[in-house]
Every structure is written in structure tokens, then in C-alpha cells.
């Protein structure tokens, strides 16, 4: 039996719940089985930037006194961390960092956990000093990332890989 995955701070398109929820189940509707997976959080030392052209943003080291907001996203089981790595792709790159976990309510609790960052590893040109926000994401974007994305699901694998030698990996998208 395999131990659970390692948590993820996620900050960006993720963040949108309809998202995540499609990301990790392959339905968009089920956010109540996944918001449960999440508390908001916080990193610091780290900024948030769009990307020239791109609905989704880009974090990257910065000053100390910086942070970005998101969630501390705790997966079940191993199949949908790796779903959530075949979504980020090969642009982003799984970086160990120290998570600061709120209070619904946005108070501050005395918990900071290790988890992984998708960390930009893209073309730096594509970055902007200009700020990227959830709240316009959702308003502008999102229905149409969600029809974009009708009818496929991320793959991630199963449960039980790892012993089945190659190609078990399961990245990648499926038309259902």
C-alpha cells in the first residue's frame, strides 16, 4: 500500500474549485467531494505574475516580504497528484516549499506544512510584472476552460501502478 501524496500549494487557475474539481474527478459539478481537500494558505518569498498571452499565471521566486495566496491541497489518494502534474505539464516544475495554512475565516493558524509549488520553469520573456487574479480568471475564463475541457479527463494512473513496469505512468488526456 502506498503512503499519500505529497501536498501541493496550488495558485492559479487550480485555485477556481469548478477547475480543481474537474482536474482531480472529471467532472467540474462535484466541488463539495474536493473543497473538502483544500485550506487556504500562503506562501512567502514568492510572487504571482501573468504570463504575455496565457489565462494562467505564472510564481516565482521574489522578496522575502512577498507571498502569494492560494490552497494547501492535501490529495487523497496518488492518482490525483498525478493528474495535477499532468495539468501543470512540463512548464511548471514540482518544487518543495514551506505552506503557512489559514482559518476559513482567513486567521492565521499555527501549522506550517512542507508541500510542493508548481514552480515556473517556462519562458522567462512570457512574464509580466503585471499581478494575476482568481476573481477575474473566474469571471472572464473559466466557463470557457470548463467547455474546453468537456468530456475529457486527466488519466494520472491508478492506484495500483508502480509494479507494472513501463508506460504505467497514465499522464496525459482522455476523451470520455
Not at 522567462?124 to 482568481?134: G, K
Not at 470557457?144 to 508502480?162: A, N, P, R, T, Y
Amino acid at each position: 500500500m502506498s503512503s499519500r501524496p505529497r501536498p501541493v500549494f496550488i495558485y492559479g487557475t487550480l485555485c477556481a474549485m469548478p477547475l480543481l474539481t474537474w482536474a482531480l474527478t472529471g467532472d467540474a459539478s462535484n466541488v463539495t467531494a474536493v473543497s473538502k481537500l483544500v485550506q487556504p494558505a500562503k506562501v512567502y518569498g514568492y510572487a504571482r505574475f501573468s504570463l504575455r498571452n496565457r489565462d494562467y499565471p505564472a510564481v516565482i521566486k521574489h522578496e522575502l516580504d512577498s507571498s502569494v495566496d492560494g490552497y494547501l491541497l492535501i490529495p487523497e489518494i496518488t492518482s490525483q497528484r498525478k493528474k495535477l502534474d499532468d495539468f501543470e505539464g512540463e512548464v511548471y516544475e514540482p518544487t518543495p516549499v514551506s505552506v503557512t495554512v489559514f482559518e476559513s475565516d482567513g486567521s492565521p493558524r499555527v501549522e506550517v506544512v512542507e508541500a510542493d509549488i508548481y514552480f515556473w520553469a517556462g519562458d522567462t520573456s512570457i512574464l509580466t510584472t503585471d499581478p494575476w487574479e482568481l476573481e477575474i480568471f473566474e469571471r472572464e475564463k473559466l466557463e470557457s476552460w470548463l467547455d474546453l475541457f468537456e468530456g475529457m479527463e486527466l488519466v494520472g494512473g491508478s492506484e495500483g501502478e508502480g509494479s507494472e513496469g513501463e508506460g504505467s505512468e497514465g499522464k496525459g488526456i482522455e476523451r470520455g
